[in-house]
């Protein structure tokens, strides 16, 4: 896999670099679904994460999190309220801490903030989702690509993407790159998550930012160029294994984008990602009525996003652990060339909701993402993944994250195919 064109050298190196560096703390912001998954995870790797601070704009939402791990495995997580809008706060908070990396599990929304506080104050820093405006669904990296000269001159390093989809996906494509193709032609990025959580309409990560997702336009690659389609147009059927046969829908994902530009003898690239019929409905009634806008109304001398307020009256996803049951199904379907025969590869993980219940107390979306955040973290922690500048996960060496995915609770299969999809 191609990595980074940039030649930055560390000419400035940060005046807390030699500090920031022998750091043996994490700071993580955010403490929703995604953070509890990310904070248990890393209390169980001790050696790696001896000190853990957790902090969100609610404190209390820290604090159930943090009696939680407590409860769990007898560790003990520092706590703070932060609002992450806020850059000056944010670099008080690492000044506060002094962490070697922080880790971002925020709203997208604030990724830059978090990233300008980091070169500020001195951290490296890890996200789970590309940056997009408020105003606007765009899921774009150019914003975040943009930080490599500043981090690389000052000799911290930003890991973009070390989720599920992102993060992982990105991660199967390196490591087919890496040990089964010379070129890779084709990518189908498929996610299906096979559970029921028994509500009649929920999401199963932070509402606003899936709706803004599933409702954007799809855009895949092809034959050079970007190709855009109407949202949630064009539906296909595939058997997923140990889940059964599903609907997927062609969407657009960030990760697209970076695979796209690193992978330069890539044809086509493409994103699906499974709804059922209930969902569907209820989100095209809420889309006709205007609950999934983004755009300002006033209500009673008040200004609102219907979005947001729609949000605020639906259940929340780090609750739906406690009746979700069934698994996801998540992975890379390749096809290139290896020794000059044609080859079409699966990589894959299943994941158990009920089972992600039991080890952390939450549903199998947060912990996909939580666990691989957990994952990319401890590679910086340990050194092995550390190098100045801003990367994607497809730019570093695949096989340790391989490695700690069937060690902590992702393990992954593959397998030989007759062929590429041919729809």
Known sequence: MATSNSTTQVTHPHPR?????????????????????????????????????????????????????????????????????????????????????????????????????????????????????????????????????????????????????????????????????????????????????????????????????????????????????????????????????????????????SLVKHTATLERARFWMTFGDAYLKHLEVLENVGMTSIEPVMYQGVEIIPLQFLKAVLPNPSDLGKTTQGKTCIGDIITGQKDGQEKTLYVFNICDHEACFAEVGSQAVSYTTGVPAMIGAALMMTDQWMKAGVWNMEQLDPDPFMAMLNEHGLPWQFKLLDQALDF
């Open 17 to 257: 670099l030699q500090e920031i560096n022998a750091s043996k703390r994490v700071l993580v912001i955010g403490a929703g679904g995604v953070g509890s998954v990310a904070v248990h995870k890393m209390a169980m790797l001790a050696e790696v994460f001896p000190e853990i601070t957790l902090a969100s704009r609610r404190l209390v939402s820290c604090e159930h999190i943090a009696n939680e791990v407590m409860k769990r495995l007898g560790t003990k997580i520092e706590i703070a309220e932060l609002d992450a809008d806020d850059i000056e706060a944010t670099s008080a908070l690492i000044l506060q801490v002094k962490p070697k990396l922080v880790v971002n599990l925020a709203l997208p929304y604030q990724d830059l903030n978090i990233m300008e506080a980091c070169l500020d104050a001195g951290a490296h820093y890890l996200d789970t989702a590309n940056y997009e405006p408020r105003d606007v669904a765009r899921f774009e990296y150019h914003w975040q690509w943009a930080y490599q000269e500043r981090f690389a001159q000052c000799g911290l390093m930003a890991l973009l993407g070390s989720g599920f989809d992102p993060g992982v996906t990105n991660v199967f494509m390196a490591w087919a790159k890496k040990h089964h193709f010379d070129e890779i032609k084709t990518l189908d990025i498929l996610d299906c998550n096979g559970g029921d959580h028994g509500q009649h309409f929920a999401t199963n990560f932070n509402p606003e930012i899936n709706i803004r997702e599933v409702t954007a336009p799809a855009r895949h690659f092809e034959q050079g160029a970007w190709h855009e389609s109407p949202a949630l147009n064009h539906k296909v059927t595939f058997d997923f294994p140990e889940v059964g046969e599903r609907n997927m829908y062609l969407m657009y994902h960030e990760e697209l984008e």
